[in-house]
């Protein structure tokens, strides 16, 4: 059987259930690549401008954790994903960045998705994908129509469950049910703003999610929430968006600041782009609605301790406020 | 009403050339500081720290705008990508939290175009075509001559004897330019310092080693981000060779693109086979000039500030293109010390030097 590799990193978190589904429609297989570790860390900061972002850098350690384990890579070059609105300069670049920088990478599948251009245009790049595995554009399409369902069916489970995006992709492979780790006493409830490849990389983000879970804390992140309600709270707050990602920040952050929430957390890598203006415009928001904000930002400097004792800090500071509001 | 705008290389220039043609008075057109040290420590110390160059840079010149009593600032804004399209919106967050109840005009600069203009100046004096395309062409003949003599002083500073020549007489330019009144003025000017110029003692036997410039657009045309980058390799006796220019980027941009003429279009085909397609910003352009110039320059500088989305994309691909053209990363943020740069380049322009030699020598011997 032919063989996928998709890096676990990146737009994975979003959109893994979506691709597996096709790739196996097409009857192909999918490999992933384990979760980010050290050594995958480091191998990727290796063949990397030192001025990329984190994230980048770990995409370029599972490209190569996977090079010699498959035949084909995938790394879609997503620019927009509905209306005029584009994406990271970083996602467009990818599939060729990898390409520079990994070059015993085997064949790379760097399909252009750019939805703003009409649905013919992305049809067109879909049957070229999908021609890779089989010439028969009858079953490409009822591919694509079984992925667009099993992604449904994903972002259903993560709103409804009011889980996060890897504890549904680990309930799927496993085959079983499972609840989102009880909080020990959850008197205190933050938002925790980031995009998905920061939130739920333990790696990346010092096992940021679990973290405040066992300090009794109940997380409210972008997935959990309806797409329309974080649209409707961004254009609210700034208006149209710019980048693709923007409802998982701004959406996210203007849809918890008017439902109101105890706190809200944001994790950002060093070096972000689109990050250092969008935690700015919230924390401007959180600081007119005196609602305490807690700005993270990470590298592969950030030390764990250091985490630790400002999420502490943080958490007893929401903590003692409201014992004396109520 | 009181209007300003952040600096960009020479758009002061044609800004007050325009807005004295629309009958803009000296009062409400506030011309900001010529950036400083103070600008950009104001900029740092009210940007989101992780903000890019141009952004502290420009909101650090609108602050000294608004000190100077202006209510009305013109921003640019891009639409996808960069970050650029951000820029207003949290510009005019800071300034709002600073006490400066400042009314933004954006001019989008990857759409509207020539449309954009005539809307901002019909924003600002209502719409009037006799007034205000004379009013454009005369300030955009200003940018043109300024970018034409701009070329002549990067050519003629690597090979004048004594140096700084250039400099003094693009400075006095510069001024004089600012000063003209009229087309025929601009144009009389031009051909005076062009001439003057042209009439440096230069160096017979210097053989300037010819380094392109590339990268993201402020940065490399605004000499205070860039630390006076140009001037400091004239020093080195560099010839600099720069595709980028205000001048190029209106004509084309404004003009020609619409009518389907793409000034970039050798670049970006050269740059296919390693990035294919636009990331932004000025990304793929610099990946293109690497690979379209490898014959004819002998380096390449390649600038962009710090945490700069498309030009990181660059970065990473340069390296591994087949053309073979030694590059120089430079990287600006507030951090920079322009004598560590002035050392790498230092660097850089010695290996070409060694790299020009062992070839001609190698061409010698395969001659006999």
């Known amino acids: ?326 | 009403m009181r209007v300003s705008f952040p600096n960009f290389s020479n758009i002061h220039v044609v800004i007050k050339a325009v807005a004295r043609k629309l009958g803009v008075t000296e009062g409400e057109l506030v011309v900001p500081p010529p950036t400083t040290q103070k600008t950009l420590d104001l900029g740092v110390k009210y940007s989101p720290a992780e903000a890019c160059l141009p952004f502290k840079l420009t909101l650090g010149n609108l602050i000294e705008a608004c000190e100077m009593g202006a209510d009305t600032l013109l921003q640019a804004r891009g639409t996808g990508i960069c970050r650029l399209g951000y820029y207003a919106k949290v510009q005019e967050q800071i300034l709002g939290d600073l006490g400066y109840n400042a009314r933004f005009l954006t001019y989008d600069v990857s759409r509207n175009k020539l449309v954009g203009i005539f809307s901002l100046m019909k924003n600002l004096r209502g719409a009037n075509w006799f007034r205000d395309i004379p009013a454009l062409h005369f300030g955009m003949s200003k940018l043109f001559s300024l970018d034409r003599i701009d070329k002549v002083v990067r050519h003629t500073r690597a090979v004048e004897r004594e140096r700084g020549g250039a400099n003094r007489i693009y400075k006095e330019a510069i001024a004089s330019i600012d000063g003209a009144e009229n087309g025929r003025e601009v144009k009389r000017l031009t051909r005076k310092y062009i001439g003057r110029l042209n009439s440096v003692a230069k160096d017979p036997r210097a053989r300037p080693v010819k380094i392109g410039v590339t990268g993201e657009i402020y940065v490399v045309l605004e000499p205070f981000a860039n630390m006076d980058l140009e001037m400091e390799m004239g020093k080195l006796g560099v010839q600099v060779e720069r595709t980028l220019s205000l001048s190029r980027w209106v004509k084309y941009s404004l003009f020609l693109n619409p009518l389907g003429i793409d000034e970039w279009k050798d670049v970006r085909k050269a740059a296919m086979p390693y990035l294919k397609r636009d990331v932004g910003g000025d990304g793929w352009e610099s990946v293109g000039e690497k690979v379209f110039h490898s014959r004819e320059y002998d380096g390449l500088v390649h600038v962009a500030p710090f945490t700069c989305m498309p030009e990181i994309v660059a970065e990473n691909i340069m390296p591994s293109t087949k053309e073979d053209l030694p590059v120089l990363s430079l990287v600006f943020d507030e951090q920079m010390g322009k004598q560590g740069m002035i050392t790498r380049l230092e660097a850089f322009v010695d290996l070409l030097k060694f790299r020009r030699r062992s070839r001609e020598k190698h061409e010698n011997f395969s001659g006999c």
């Open chain 1, 1 to 326: 059987m032919v063989k996928v590799g998709i890096p676990r990193s990146l737009l994975y978190y979003q959109y893994y259930p979506m691709w597996r589904k096709f790739f196996e429609e097409l009857g192909a297989e999918t490999v992933v690549s384990p979760v980010t570790n050290e050594a995958i860390l480091l191998s990727g900061s290796s063949r990397t401008a030192s001025e990329t972002c984190l994230p980048v850098k770990i995409f370029v350690g599972h490209v190569l954790y996977l090079a010699n384990k498959c035949d084909f890579m995938f790394i879609p070059a997503v620019r927009s994903i509905g209306g005029k609105i584009y994406n990271c300069s970083k996602f467009l670049g990818l599939p060729d960045i990898t390409r520079a920088v990994v070059p015993e990478s085997p064949v790379i599948l760097d399909p252009e998705i750019d939805l703003s251009r009409g649905q013919g245009n992305f049809l067109k790049t879909i049957y070229a994908l999908g021609n890779h595995f089989t010439p028969d554009r009858k079953r490409i399409k009822a591919a694509l129509e079984e992925a667009r369902k099993a992604n449904l069916v994903y972002r259903e489970r993560m709103v409804s469950l009011k889980l996060t995006a890897v504890e549904v992709i680990g309930e799927e492979s496993r085959n079983g049910n499972v609840e989102a780790e009880a909080p020990l006493s959850s008197c205190l409830t933050i938002a925790v703003l980031g995009h998905p490849y920061v939130l739920h990389d333990d790696h990346l983000n010092h096992r940021l999610l679990s973290r405040l879970r066992t300090m009794g804390v109940e997380i409210l992140t972008a997935e959990m929430v309806e797409q329309e309600k974080l649209d409707a709270a961004m254009a609210r707050l700034v208006g149209k968006a710019h980048w693709t990602f923007e409802s998982d920040i701004i959406g996210m952050g203007g849809y918890c600041l008017e439902r109101g929430v105890d706190g809200i957390i944001s994790a950002s890598v060093f070096g972000c782009g689109p990050d250092s203006m969008m935690v700015s415009v919230i924390r401007h928001r959180a600081r007119e609605l005196d609602v305490p904000f807690l700005s993270l930002s990470l590298d592969e400097h950030a030390s764990e301790v250091g985490i630790v004792t400002r999420l502490e800090a943080f958490l007893d500071m929401i903590g003692r406020r409201k014992r004396i509001c109520v």
